[in-house]
């Protein structure tokens, strides 16, 4: 168990990491971000700043050594550089970041443990994608396998034309099929260093050009009667995994049960609402599981709770959004509003 003033490495510099860093000081920690981004929102508010590249051994380990427990904000932080760390200081460790890092090991992965994604095809070569689209039909997604989030890296093919003269990367792309869906939910747990298991109540969540646009509580009829199927699987993984810390699940509730769609190792965008809306939020709780800390309630404090995201110019209205005096308003602190670009939330009670 670490004491006040213990000092936390976070890998990653964005807001995800500064809500942790704001958590962590309420605990009495102190946080020092790892980033190769001058610009970091999390820095402003963390004890310490390195920022280096990530594949600078020499910058990561002089940075280790100044940590007690060492986590990360997002899941693209390369695995590679982190061999040069104590594994011990990991939490989570690095097999989770490996499986989340290739969509198509994520998915066997998944499978492995019981769950159920879309059916998909893995595309090495620009020759293999034809083959897929007519074992898998249409429409579909063509993914990258490798570093996209937000809609970025994924593009519909709605007739096999589309696919037309398409390259497929180096690191290869996955083949989805289309998911007949009633809405989108996300599991949300906490896994503690003991193994004890906590869960937050599943949001609906609503998308805009792939990026959430909105959690709610309550959420449909239909996620409260998948939710355990989908809880007990996520639980297996995060077992499978040894996972320390917050990890999320997002799935599709579908006619025939809940269908996995993707996973984050870390704290998550459909998880902001528990700052307000729960006992306590997704931040304390991940601070207290790497930390080694007995978890907290994760009760929902409302029947009916709503997280808003704030994207791109959005957020400039700070006053009209405080206007309303029961919204709870986030910033970020990022100081380009573009177009695509959360900028931070709005979680209103009740």
Same mark, same amino acid.
């Given at each position: ?89 990991? =939490? #989570? ?5 490996? !499986?989340? +890092?290739? *969509?198509?090991?994520? @998915? %066997?992965?998944?499978?492995?443990? &019981? ?103 309550? =959420? #449909? ?5 998948? !939710?355990? +199927?989908? *809880?007990?699987?996520? @639980? %297996?993984?995060?077992?499978?995994? &040894? ?108």
């Amino acid at each position: 168990m670490l004491k006040p003033g213990a000092t936390i490495g976070i890998l990653g510099g964005g807001q995800l990491g500064r809500m942790l860093a704001m958590a962590a000081a309420q605990l009495g920690y102190r946080c020092h971000i790892y980033a190769p981004e001058a610009d970091s929102v999390a820095a402003e508010v963390a004890h310490s700043f390195t920022c280096a590249p990530w594949h600078d051994s020499e910058a990561l380990i002089a940075f280790a050594r100044g940590c007690d427990v060492i986590t990360y904000e997002f899941e693209n932080v390369p695995v590679a550089p982190l061999a040069a760390l104590p594994a011990d200081m990991l =939490a #989570p460790g690095t097999r989770a970041l490996e !499986v989340a +890092q290739d *969509r198509v090991r994520e @998915k %066997r992965f998944i499978q492995e443990q &019981g769950g159920r994604p879309a059916d998909f095809a893995a595309i090495d070569h620009d020759s293999e994608l034809a083959g897929a689209i007519d074992r898998i039909g249409v429409p579909g997604i063509l993914k990258t396998r490798r570093d996209g989030y937000d809609g970025k890296g994924q593009w519909v093919v709605r007739r096999s034309e589309d696919a037309a003269g398409a390259r497929i990367p180096e690191s290869g792309c996955v083949y989805e099929a289309f998911v007949s869906f009633e809405c989108e939910f996300s599991v949300i747990l906490v896994r503690g260093r003991d193994g004890e298991v906590r869960f937050w109540d599943s949001a609906h969540n609503t998308h805009g050009e792939g990026i959430l646009a909105r959690s709610a509580l309550p =959420a #449909p009829a239909i996620v409260g009667e998948q !939710v355990e +199927q989908a *809880r007990a699987m996520a @639980k %297996r993984v995060a077992d499978a995994l &040894g996972y320390v810390g917050v990890l999320t699940l997002e799935f599709f509730a579908t006619k025939q049960g809940p269908v996995f769609n993707e996973m984050a190792p870390r704290v998550h965008n459909s998880g902001h609402w528990t700052i307000e809306g729960a006992t306590t939020c997704q931040f304390e709780n991940h601070i207290r599981a790497i930390c080694g800390l007995p978890l907290g309630a994760t009760d929902s404090v409302s029947d009916t709770v709503t997280m808003t995201n704030l994207i791109g110019g959005d957020a400039l209205d700070l006053g009209g959004h405080l206007s309303d005096d029961r919204n709870h308003v986030h910033l970020y602190g990022k100081a380009e509003a573009r177009e695509g670009r959360k900028m931070g939330h709005i979680t209103r009670i009740g």
